[in-house]
């Protein structure tokens, strides 16, 4: 159903517009539910980028694509590419929430683990 929603609206819409980013979310969260990991990240990879410049620039919007994509980098066993994605989450994080945030703490321990 997102894919054909995508295919349509894409013949109108850039894939910058937020119609078309809600819907690659959506998408990518199907993918994530159906376990279709390179799917998902295909429409992440997508997202990121106008997500990074349409929201301020430290959104918790922005930093949960990036735990996202980092994740499912880790997944895939793209380990450079999850600590970069993983990193920037936490840049974002450790100035909205604080550097002592569980939260903070949390990701700090998963980087850690990946290398």
């Given at each position: ?62 930093a949960s694509m ?39 703490k949390e990701l ?8």
């Open positions: 159903m997102c894919e054909l929603s995508i295919d349509k609206m894409g013949a109108v819409f850039d894939d910058s517009n937020v119609y078309m980013l809600h819907m690659m979310y959506q998408a990518m969260g199907v993918c994530l539910f159906m376990e279709d990991y390179d799917s998902a990240l295909s429409y992440g990879e997508k997202v990121i980028k106008p997500f990074s410049q349409l929201y301020p620039a430290y959104s918790l919007n922005v990036y735990l996202k994509l980092g994740r499912l980098y880790v997944a895939l066993g793209r380990q450079s590419a999850a600590s970069t994605a993983l990193k920037k989450a936490l840049d974002i994080m450790e100035i909205v929430h604080g550097k002592d945030h569980s939260y903070v700090q321990k998963e980087i850690t683990r990946q290398k």
